[in-house]
């Protein structure tokens, strides 16, 4: 009989999950010691959390360090389309083989103990870590930081906090500055973290958990600054100016995302042709992706088709910026959330910038908003909705009034995730 496949164990292991979710890293500790402790044998760690724009800082990072030669390990989440691109082990996205051993692996080890999915995934993930060699690993929080488990390495080479907003309220806290305050749980004694642009609360929160830990911040606005000027891309920091390129991922907001980009890659000492491959060369799918090919671009040739995966207010703050700087074109939305998000909040920013909404369910996800709840919060924020079968029924719907609008889908990774799979 042949072994089973990636899916067949994630599909096993999300049976182990914790009937009651004590939020504590015991039992991430707990296989970590029965594997060995992978944690400890990871090449140096760049550890980014946040609310919006870590995997986008993170794919720049990762473009700057590969072009200056060095080898690359990735652990980013939730994934797209397939898990396999959780885990990227020396620059390549994991082999289904490779990932089905490994998790094979790590099912055995544990055995019947409880344990979230997302707590024996990233141990499997740190044991290929460990295993494989690397100049660097570039190491994503799931939610929160400091009881996510990918917190268990002891001495980062750096740390990274992106722009923190409003989600996750239910795990994290009610305000921005409780959830600022778990984000810089990572902070580590003597480990340098690079801290993007913050509301006031945010920063003060991680201002406070820095000093206590004794980590150094280097701050946007403080000891770094990014801007746009005369379409480039303007960085200034103790070390000097760099004048760049945009970045070539789309959209106002990804400025700061450069900026908390280059100002990592300064403090370990990178070059300006490090710095430019980073904003140049970065690519991360889901972020307002211009969808070119595939089954949906042949359904609709003219429509200029984009994707983004954002799904909380300050999403829908950067969605509209992105739309604003575009060139002035009829905007419809396709848009299926998670019934956790706040849809108010994202669609709110968004309304002068839409033409109409086309409200739809996310296929396969039993917590998608019904598409009925979807259009009366666009109706309600001043946009005018219908409700569509599906993301291809809307966007013919579209085609077929205006063969050259603008569409974005939108409001949900698992959205973007399907629109992945099924465009090819």
């Not at 060095?70 to 691109?85: G, K, M, N, R």
Request: charged content about 20%; aromatic content about 4%.
């Amino acid at each position: 009989m042949p072994a089973p496949g990636s899916d067949v164990i994630l599909e096993r292991m999300m049976a182990l999950h914790p009937k009651v979710i004590d939020l504590t890293l015991d039992r991430v500790w707990r296989l970590l010691d029965r594997l060995g402790h992978p944690e400890r044998a990871l090449p140096p760690v760049i550890h980014v959390a946040g609310t919006n724009g870590k995997g986008s800082t993170q794919a720049m990072i990762r473009a700057g360090l590969e072009a200056a030669g060095q080898v690359c390990h990735a652990y980013t989440s939730p994934h797209l389309a397939w898990f396999h691109e959780r885990i990227r082990l020396a620059g390549q996205i994991i082999s289904e083989p490779a990932l089905a051993a490994l998790l094979a692996e790590t099912e055995a080890v544990n055995g019947p103990e409880p344990i979230t999915y997302f707590e024996i995934t990233t141990c499997a993930a740190l044991l290929a870590f460990a295993r494989t060699p690397a100049d660097a690993l570039l190491l994503e929080v799931g939610l929160g930081g400091r009881l996510d488990a990918t917190n268990v390495v002891d001495k980062p080479a750096i740390c990274v906090i992106t722009p923190v907003s409003l989600d996750h309220q239910q795990y994290l806290g009610d305000t921005v500055g409780e959830i600022a305050g778990e984000k810089a749980g990572i902070l580590k004694r003597g480990v340098p973290c690079v801290v993007g642009p913050q509301m006031p609360a945010g920063l003060a929160a991680i201002e406070a958990r820095a000093e206590a830990v004794g980590a150094p911040l280097l701050v946007a606005n403080r000891d770094w600054q990014a801007w746009s000027e005369r379409g480039r891309l303007i960085f200034q920091d103790g070390r000097g100016l760099l004048d760049l390129p945009l970045p070539n991922l789309p959209g106002p907001h990804q400025i700061d995302n450069a900026g908390a980009a280059l100002a990592v890659l300064r403090h370990l000492g990178h070059d300006e042709a490090a710095c430019e491959a980073a904003v140049t060369r970065a690519y991360w799918p889901a972020r307002m992706q211009r969808l070119r090919q595939g089954p949906l671009v042949a359904l609709a040739p003219e429509v200029d088709l984009w994707l983004d995966g954002g799904h909380n207010p300050a999403a829908g703050e950067a969605l509209a910026a992105t739309l604003s700087a575009m060139p002035r074109r009829p905007t419809h939305a396709i848009c299926g959330m998670l019934n956790t998000k706040d849809i108010a909040g994202f669609l709110r920013p968004m309304a002068p910038h839409l033409v109409a909404l086309h409200a739809v369910s996310i296929p396969g996800e039993k917590n998608t908003l019904p598409a009925e709840v979807t259009q009366a919060a666009a109706e309600a924020a001043g946009i005018p909705a219908t409700i569509a079968a599906s993301v291809a029924e809307a966007l013919g719907a579209i085609a077929a009034a205006d063969s050259r609008a603008r569409v974005v889908i939108c409001g949900s990774l698992y959205l973007a995730g399907s629109i992945l799979r099924e465009n090819g």
